[in-house]
């Protein structure tokens, strides 16, 4: 196999160039990633901002940062700052920070970390930012209240764009979508069938580790004559914010969409005997369920070490198990896990009135 660095360019369905040479192929998968998205705030091409990129290279500790979109990078690069010293405001769109994840999850996240002194303000919208000397300035619209924030650093943490571009896509045959993410079948395959693509270019879920199984299917796919797919309900993701978020599967919007029923459950973490030991007050678990057979269809929550703690969940939905299969688990006594056991269990008992180890 041969390794060569540099920035390739399809010159044809079956050609591409790179560092002037022509190489020819049978196949090609397009791996390239993505970059920070920078949307055109009106006098944003006058201020000296940071994407997630910059701020790990930072010299000087600020003494104040404002961050522009509550996702999982402006939430934990928010906060590790704000753990520093940095005095972190966020300002996110929509009404609710982590736009994707449960409402009951966003709000339990953003109540802890404003315990901790972060200025959240959701339902923003960005009216102009600029930059005098070396202090940065956003306006914005906060729930129909002119606002104007003001901060050492401007941190931009509003997405990302697909590295599609300059790659002579058309002349290869390969479709992308509106945002330039490219067009990928259950397969991984193209609109070029011998044209796969994986990872962040295809937009499908920003996690490095979908990334390597997008691109181990999609090689399987192109030089072992399978057939492969991803089933993305059963993917886990986190946000490694202090407490952490994990989720798999299902919302119950999800549910009520495909379902028009929803059976879920909320468990508050205090409720769990090992986080009354360590005296842990923050967080919640939520499992959703099938209304008509019990089986898990997905599991969200907001906890220490979540990350850790979904995988049980992620087994349980990517082998159909129920809420009775949990509660039949014995769970190791006192830990943090038997929270999803607490879940299952909600649907069948009033678990405010239950002693710890009861099955």
Same mark, same amino acid.
């Given at each position: 196999?041969?390794?060569?660095?540099?920035?390739?360019?399809?010159?044809?369905?079956?050609?591409?160039?790179?560092?002037?040479?022509?190489?020819?192929?049978?196949?090609?998968?397009?791996?390239?990633?993505?970059?920070?998205?920078?949307?055109?705030?009106?006098?944003?091409?006058?201020?000296?901002?940071?994407?997630?990129?910059?701020?790990?290279?930072?010299?000087?500790?600020?003494?104040?940062?404002?961050?522009?979109?509550?996702?999982?990078?402006?939430?934990?690069?928010?906060?590790?700052?704000?753990?520093?010293?940095?005095?972190?405001?966020?300002?996110?769109?929509?009404?609710?920070?982590?736009?994707?994840?449960?409402?009951?999850?966003?709000?339990?996240?953003?109540?802890?970390? =404003?315990? !901790?002194? @972060?200025?959240?303000?959701? #339902? %923003?919208?960005?009216?102009? +930012?600029?930059?005098? &000397?070396?202090?940065?300035?956003?306006?914005?619209?906060?729930?129909?209240?002119?606002?104007?924030?003001?901060?050492?650093?401007?941190?931009?943490?509003?997405?990302?764009?697909?590295?599609?571009?300059?790659?002579?896509?058309?002349?290869?045959?390969?479709?992308?979508?509106?945002?330039?993410?490219?067009?990928?079948?259950?397969?991984?395959?193209?609109?070029?069938?011998?044209?796969?693509?994986?990872?962040?270019?295809?937009?499908?879920?920003?996690?490095?580790?979908?990334?390597?199984?997008?691109?181990?299917?999609?090689?399987?796919?192109?030089?072992?004559?399978?057939?492969?797919?991803?089933?993305?309900?059963?993917?886990?993701?986190?946000?490694?914010?202090?407490?952490?978020?994990?989720?798999?599967?299902?919302? =119950?919007? !999800?549910? @009520?969409?495909?379902?028009? #029923? %929803?059976?879920?459950?909320? +468990?508050?973490?205090? &409720?769990?005997?090992?986080?009354?030991?360590?005296?842990?007050?923050?967080?919640?678990?939520?499992?959703?369920?099938?209304?008509?057979?019990?089986?898990?269809?997905?599991?969200?929550?907001?906890?220490?070490?979540?990350?850790?703690?979904?995988?049980?969940?992620?087994?349980?939905?990517?082998?159909?198990?129920?809420?009775?299969?949990?509660?039949?688990?014995?769970?190791?006594?006192?830990?943090?896990?038997?929270?999803?056991?607490?879940?299952?269990?909600?649907?069948?008992?009033?678990?405010?009135?239950?002693?710890?180890?009861?099955?």
């Amino acid at each position: 196999m041969d390794y060569i660095e540099g920035r390739a360019r399809f010159r044809s369905p079956s050609e591409i160039e790179v560092n002037g040479r022509i190489l020819a192929g049978e196949k090609f998968l397009i791996a390239t990633g993505s970059r920070p998205l920078v949307l055109p705030f009106p006098g944003i091409e006058g201020v000296k901002y940071l994407t997630n990129r910059e701020a790990m290279e930072l010299e000087e500790l600020p003494r104040s940062m404002i961050v522009i979109g509550a996702g999982p990078v402006g939430l934990e690069l928010g906060q590790m700052f704000l753990h520093f010293g940095t005095t972190v405001t966020v300002l996110e769109k929509i009404p609710q920070i982590l736009p994707r994840i449960e409402p009951e999850v966003a709000n339990e996240l953003q109540r802890c970390l =404003e315990a !901790e002194g @972060m200025e959240v303000r959701c #339902a %923003c919208e960005i009216q102009r +930012v600029w930059q005098e &000397r070396e202090a940065r300035f956003v306006q914005a619209d906060v729930m129909g209240e002119r606002q104007i924030f003001q901060a050492d650093q401007l941190l931009l943490a509003t997405g990302v764009v697909p590295n599609s571009d300059d790659m002579g896509l058309e002349e290869a045959g390969v479709r992308t979508d509106a945002k330039g993410f490219i067009e990928a079948n259950d397969y991984l395959q193209t609109s070029a069938p011998h044209i796969y693509a994986a990872g962040d270019v295809v937009g499908r879920m920003f996690l490095e580790t979908v990334a390597a199984k997008e691109g181990a299917v999609a090689a399987a796919n192109a030089f072992e004559d399978v057939r492969k797919g991803i089933d993305y309900d059963t993917i886990p993701a986190a946000v490694f914010t202090n407490p952490q978020v994990a989720t798999v599967g299902l919302t =119950e919007e !999800e549910e @009520m969409r495909r379902f028009g #029923a %929803c059976a879920c459950r909320t +468990v508050e973490v205090a &409720r769990i005997p090992k986080a009354k030991a360590i005296n842990e007050d923050r967080g919640l678990i939520k499992m959703v369920i099938h209304p008509e057979d019990s089986r898990i269809l997905g599991v969200h929550m907001v906890a220490p070490n979540a990350a850790d703690l979904i995988h049980e969940a992620v087994l349980a939905v990517k082998f159909g198990l129920t809420a009775d299969d949990i509660i039949d688990t014995v769970h190791v006594f006192p830990t943090l896990s038997e929270g999803i056991k607490l879940a299952a269990q909600a649907f069948t008992r009033d678990i405010s009135v239950m002693a710890c180890c009861v099955e």
